[in-house]
């Protein structure tokens, strides 16, 4: 039984404790400023210790941390990890700015260790069989591609306006929150960012939150024109990737969160080709990603985004955001 440390008893930490449990590889402690909720943690889930200051914790005592912090207070914490070498797993994005990142990386590199950013959908069978699809050149060579999603964040957080996504110094938005995973499939299918701007508003939530609730970017992804359109005020939920190939066009749609396709076309009579359904991998997405990070900490193959790569990801994203209002 390998021991984690898991520093966030928010909503997101709260996911990781359950997709790390149910593994029945791991026995949990957590750590979280907020007494009552960490207490509250303690007595839904079976958790071995609760502690409320990261920096006093011995991380000696674990096999590895998981960050679930704010997205501010990522770099500070997963600059200690690098340096005492424990293994660890930063919630995205990386952080709110670039600075302390090349630290980190330096760090990590020094002390080879095992590190990753929680970028989930890497490690979903479905965006899995994707990658495949691509890489079996089945489209031909890569020259645009989309990424849409849409949905009303409302309805799945209608505590919206009281968390991190409300604020702009704890990585809330958008163009951080969501469109940062978008980025992240687009450098694991095609390749690093070039260049690239950024339109963003906030069209629907008005004065509740600081941040915006919707955004667009065009870039230059390894010499591919890509587009990524967020929107979290519409009523349907819409999730629609392609990509546009010299011998046909690959798209991953979902009308609902539970249902997802892979198709193919290579002609213009519109009859895509099923290359595969995937139900109801929703519920398990940081279970998922929980032996996702048990591969890296074992030394096994992975799909684990890397600190270099989410680095490229904060950097594209804060250059293009620059000017996008």
Not at 88 to 93: A, D, G, H, R, S
Not at 147 to 169: H, L, N, S, T
Not at 216 to 233: E, S
Not at 239 to 267: C, H, P, Q, W
């Amino acid at each position: 039984m390998k021991g984690l440390l898991i520093v966030g008893a928010g909503g997101i930490g709260k996911k990781h404790i359950d997709g790390f449990l149910r593994t029945g590889e791991f026995s949990v402690s957590i750590c979280d400023v907020d007494t009552e909720k960490a207490e509250e943690i303690r007595k839904k889930y079976p958790v071995e210790a609760v502690y409320t200051d990261f920096y006093s914790v011995n991380l000696r005592l674990f096999d590895a941390v998981l960050i679930a912090t704010p997205a501010h207070l990522h770099i500070p914490m997963a600059i200690r990890c690098a340096e005492e070498g424990i293994p660890f797993l930063v919630e995205k994005p990386l952080s709110i700015s670039i600075e302390g990142v090349d630290k980190l990386l330096k760090i990590i590199g020094k002390n080879k260790v095992p590190s990753a950013v929680g970028f989930t959908r890497r490690s979903i069978p479905s965006f899995i069989k994707l990658k495949e699809i691509i890489d079996s050149g089945v489209t031909g060579e890569i020259k645009m591609a989309l990424f849409y999603v849409a949905q009303d964040y409302r309805k799945y957080r209608p505590d919206y306006a009281e968390i991190y996504f409300a604020k702009k110094d704890m990585g809330g938005g958008c163009v951080l929150d969501v469109i940062s995973h978008l980025i992240d499939l687009a450098l694991w299918y095609i390749g690093n960012p070039e260049e690239g701007f950024c339109i963003y508003d906030n069209l629907a939530f008005g004065k509740k939150i600081e941040t915006e609730d919707s955004a667009v970017i065009t870039g230059r992804f390894n010499r591919n024109i890509v587009n990524f359109y967020c929107n979290l005020f519409q009523k349907p939920y819409e999730v629609l990737i392609e990509f546009a190939g010299t011998k046909g066009n690959l798209r991953y749609i979902s009308e609902n969160r539970y249902i997802s396709k892979i198709l193919f076309l290579d002609n213009d009579e519109g009859r895509w080709n099923e290359m595969g359904v995937f139900e109801n991998e929703i519920k398990d997405y940081y279970l998922f990603q929980a032996r996702n990070f048990i591969n890296l900490l074992e030394g096994k193959k992975n799909t684990l985004t890397t600190i270099e790569e989410a680095a490229e990801n904060l950097r594209f994203i804060l250059e293009v955001k620059d000017g996008g209002k």
